[in-house]
């Protein structure tokens, strides 16, 4: 009994950390080469790696975008995103900025052209980025602004590889000219290599006109804005006081 009396008693045992993050700190620089190339580099003031997930949560995110011919300079700004590094891809649900154009410090390959035009800038939320695949896809609203206008549209998928823009839905478009023209369709589509505009239901509104169709093209020229276009199927037109 005396023995059992002053026996020390079993000390609690101390709870262990939860082994989920591995690392955090600040600094953070990921780039993909393509030989002596640049393709790609994502950068972020702070990052935190978890285990159990293979994730890192990134702060102050930038992502740079080259092309794998060198031809390409568009940037993604994020205050903070998901890192995937088994799948390549970034998603960030906040405020995402995209600028498609060009960006100093990058040299291009040679013969490659590079826009000499104003970039254009696309703000948007819910965005994924596939760094693999080189594609960005929101399913959000998106407003943009472009040196002759600005408009918005719901849903986007950017392809950095073929030089792409699908905007999927509601695509409103406002072009600041001698005459401003607000554009309406169903869908857009923006091929930078062929210097087309496609559009699905497109309707052209001017004070006192408008004219609408099927579908239509917009031709650009080598600075990417617009020469000419083509209206095709269920042309119609409206003015005030007649058709």
Known sequence: LSRHRTAPKPRPHAQRIAPS???QQNGFSFANTDGNRTT??????????????GKSKLEDVEIQIFGKAGDRHDLITSHACDYDSNTGQFY???????????????????????ATSEPTV???????YDQKKGTATTERPLAFEFRQGNGTATGAV??????????RSDVVIHLERDRPVDIHATELRYFQKEHQIQLNKP???????????AAGTVYLDEKQQAKSGLLDGDVQGTMEGGT
């Open 203 to 213: 309707e052209f509104r001017r004070v006192g006109q408008m004219v609408t169709s």
């Open 40 to 53: 790609f580099k994502a950068t972020a003031k702070k990052f935190i790696d978890y285990r159990d997930t």
């Open 21 to 23: 993050v591995i690392n």
């Open 158 to 167: 950017y392809n950095s590889t073929e030089g792409t823009v699908w905007l």
């Open 122 to 128: 696309i703000k948007t939320t819910g965005l994924l």
């Open 92 to 114: 960030s649900d906040g405020e995402v900025i995209i600028t498609l154009g060009s960006l100093p410090g990058q040299t291009p390959a040679p013969g490659a052209s590079v």
